[in-house]
């Protein structure tokens, strides 16, 4: 069964670095997203993505946060100078349409 | 934005045992996922349920999307079920997001 695939499992980089979060979505998905869950918390939509440009944001996706479709496959989150408070899993999610989304296992980012 | 409740919050079982964790929102949605977190951090899809029943094994779901709340049935539970259960909504004309809810955290003892 397909299913969406993240790297790396566990990023741990030192305050004010640059990040990027990879993801391969379902291969015939159209609309991709990133997630976020701050340990113990809800998880928290932060941007949506179709036809190779962001379709919708949150508040929490400021001018830090890019994402990019850089080929035919990945997806990728940069999150330009890391901060303590941007320690959280990180999922990516893809949908054929828009409605059910598929989730990949996630990303910790540790930023000490 | 849509608001999106679960209860019980908090949930302890016995092996077997079988529960019903509820999600409340607050608008119409042409979207709801059932999901179930497990203790790695990942979200497994357990159901998308706009509206209706489904099953799959000792698990099903049901959405009354006219009295906007849905239910998740475990039967026989087993410790694997351990974990946290959220529910996560699309509001009609609100965007193709999930907005989640807090989550049931539920643990399942021998």
């Known amino acids: 069964e397909p299913e969406v695939t993240q790297t790396p499992s566990h990023q741990v980089t030192q305050m004010g670095q640059e990040v990027i979060l990879r993801c391969v979505p379902i291969?015939?998905?159209?609309?991709f997203y990133w997630y976020r869950q701050i340990l113990g918390q809800k998880v928290e939509f932060l941007v949506s993505?179709?036809?190779?440009?962001?379709?919708?944001k949150s508040e929490i996706f400021d001018d830090q946060f890019s994402v990019e479709r850089p080929d035919g496959s990945n997806f990728t989150l940069k999150i330009r100078s890391t901060k303590l408070e941007d320690s959280a899993m990180y999922f990516c999610?893809?949908?054929?349409?828009?409605?059910?989304?598929?989730f990949g296992p996630g990303t910790r980012l540790t930023v000490t | 934005g849509i608001q999106v409740e679960q209860s019980p919050p908090d949930l302890i079982l016995q092996e077997g045992a079988n529960s019903t964790l509820r999600c409340n929102f607050s608008?119409?949605?042409?979207?709801l996922q059932w999901f179930h977190q497990n203790p790695w951090g990942q979200l497994i899809n357990l159901f998308y349920?706009?509206?209706g029943t489904k099953q799959n094994g000792r698990l099903s779901a049901t959405t009354v999307a006219t009295e906007r709340y849905s239910l998740l049935y475990i039967s026989s539970s087993q410790t694997t079920d351990s974990g946290v259960y959220f529910c996560?909504?699309?509001?009609?004309?609100?965007?193709?997001?999930?907005?989640f809810g807090t989550g049931t955290q539920l643990k399942v003892e021998l």
């Open positions: 291969s015939n998905h159209l609309y």
């Open positions: 608008d119409s949605v042409n979207n």
């Open positions: 996560a909504v699309e509001r009609t004309g609100g965007g193709n997001k999930l907005t």
């Open positions: 999610a893809s949908s054929s349409s828009q409605y059910e989304q598929y």
């Open positions: 349920i706009p509206s």
């Open positions: 993505f179709y036809n190779n440009e962001i379709s919708e």
